[in-house]
């Protein structure tokens, strides 16, 4: 008799249950699905997510090594709320940072790079539109991701700015929602993308740096209404 398959063998390529756990809590971190302040423990996470407390513990000292969530005196983490210096600071130094790779990608910025940049563009101006905020922000956030796929080479400059972006875009979505955020920041890209075309170097860093000062002062506007603008 012919042997069967066994159909137990490994899926190949499987992800690991501890990547899972560990980019689902960083995506509700990011996505801002986890408030601030809010307290998180292995035993609460692992039955919430149906996983064992070892995963979760792997997970939550990797986010803490990034900075994206603190540990208790007592047991537990918490998601941190910056204050309004804090998240200047954090601002300030991603418009030096994003400014500068923008010099680099104008000097190689192609055709097909500069034609996915404008598709964003186009569908997050339909999105606003609609006012369908949601993929507002899902279009921005592509336009970002292909600006940095253009540094990838230049692997200190890359790794910096997506450790930097991956906390300030917790603010992002709720940055849009303030009235007139969205219309002012597809005009940020759009003159972004004018720089690059082009082949402008100066423009396109004083460019991003006027985009980033501007999603500062919205991200102020929203997270500390009480106090006065920048």
């Known amino acids: 008799m012919r042997a ?4 137990s063998r490994p899926v190949k390529n499987a992800v690991p249950v501890r990547e899972k756990v560990y980019e689902r809590l960083k995506g509700a971190i ?3 699905r986890l408030n601030p302040e809010e307290r998180l423990t ?27 969530i603190r540990p208790l005196e007592t047991r537990g983490f918490i998601v941190p709320r910056d204050s309004r210096e804090e998240v200047e600071e954090l601002f300030d130094i991603r418009a030096v940072l994003e400014g500068y790779a923008l010099r680099v990608i104008c000097e190689k910025a192609s055709g097909p790079n ?3 940049l404008s598709e964003c563009l186009e569908r997050a101006g ?11 922000f899902k279009w921005n956030t592509q336009f970002h991701d292909a600006l940095h796929g253009m540094v990838t080479e230049r692997e200190k400059l890359h790794r910096m700015m997506v450790e930097m972006r991956q ?3 917790r603010y992002r979505r709720n940055t849009l929602q303030h009235p007139d955020a969205g219309k002012r920041t597809l005009d940020g890209h759009r003159k972004i993308l004018l720089a690059l075309r ?5 423009l396109c860093e004083r460019m991003m740096r006027e985009h980033i000062q501007q999603a500062k002062e919205d991200a102020l506007r929203t997270l500390y209404p009480d106090n006065k603008s920048p």
Do not use: C, F, Q
């Not at 069967?4 to 159909?7: A, E, G, V, Y």
């Not at 996983?51 to 939550?60: C, D, F, K």
């Not at 339909?126 to 507002?136: E, M, Q």
């Open 114 to 116: 500069l034609e996915k």
């Open 30 to 32: 990011l996505a801002g």
């Open 4 to 7: 069967t398959r066994s159909s």
């Open 167 to 169: 906390h300030v875009l």
């Open 42 to 68: 292995e035993e609460h996470l692992a039955e919430k997510m149906g996983v064992s407390r070892t995963p979760i513990r792997e997970a939550l000292h990797k986010l803490e090594s990034e900075g994206l």
């Open 126 to 136: 339909r999105a606003l539109a609609r006012n369908r905020i949601n993929d507002v």
């Open 198 to 202: 082009l082949k402008d170097p100066d």
